[in-house]
């Protein structure tokens, strides 16, 4: 994920079922590029850490946890930020125009779901209705979310959405108009920053919306 740059810096997260019960996923603030063995967590379907070095779990497994609660016959899923999901994530814009096989083949529509702050209970409440029906999904003004079998399958699904999403950009087959955080949602990933113990890098963003844009869920693009 990091060598293909679908994350960056510490992003993303990774998870894998190794029996009914339990699984291992990657750590909190660790990159992908470089991250070690030894500091993969092993935790329940329930949330319970059964094994763990110096780092925590990742605060977006929530999410992870609820794809294989939802959908037991997953093995592997995938979170990451790639760059042209992003686009529509940000944009607010499913995945489902019939331009090429492959991806129809190996992804399917991919739904865009309504924003909630990362990491956050009601990220994982967004995924639930699609867990079952599809196999990947764009969270809106976050990134994008795969889900598999086996986790190569989960790692091969955000690969197609991505090579799906850069195909339509680069055919202009759709029009990318970003829908911003509005002024409560970046004051909730400020406090998030400072849970993390960084207090820089400014207040809010001069460019917030006036309100929520980004509150839909978006199974169809209709072209509005």
């Not at 994350?7 to 993303?12: C, E, K, T």
């Not at 063995?37 to 925590?56: A, F, Y």
């Not at 699609?130 to 989960?154: I, P, Q, R, V």
């Not at 991505?162 to 202009?172: F, V």
Request: net charge positive; charged share 15%; aromatic share 6%.
């Amino acid at each position: 994920m990091y060598q293909k740059d679908f994350v960056a810096s510490n992003d993303g997260n990774i998870s894998c079922k190794v029996s009914p019960k339990t699984l291992w996923a990657t750590p909190a603030g660790v990159s992908k590029g470089f991250m070690e063995r030894r500091q993969l967590v092993k935790i329940t379907l329930d949330g319970t850490v059964l094994k763990s070095g110096s780092l925590k779990v990742s605060s977006e497994i929530k999410m992870h946890l609820r794809v294989y609660n939802e959908n037991p016959a997953v093995n592997g899923v995938t979170h990451a930020h790639p760059l042209a999901c992003t686009a529509f994530a940000c944009a607010g814009l499913p995945l489902d125009t019939a331009i090429h096989p492959g991806p129809i083949i190996t992804v399917g529509i991919v739904p865009c779901v309504h924003y909630e702050t990362p990491g956050a209970q009601g990220v994982s409440d967004a995924v639930a209705p699609y867990c079952k029906g599809y196999n990947a999904l764009l969270l809106a003004n976050h990134g994008a979310l795969s889900w598999g079998t086996t986790l190569t399958e989960a790692f091969y699904r955000m690969e197609t959405m991505e090579h799906l999403a850069m195909l339509l950009i680069y055919t202009g087959g759709v029009t990318l108009k970003p829908k911003l955080l509005c002024e409560s949602q970046v004051k909730e990933v400020i406090k998030i920053r400072e849970k993390q113990g960084v207090f820089s890098g400014g207040g809010l963003p001069s460019l917030c919306a006036g309100q929520a844009e980004n509150t839909k869920d978006i199974i169809l693009y209709r072209g509005e």
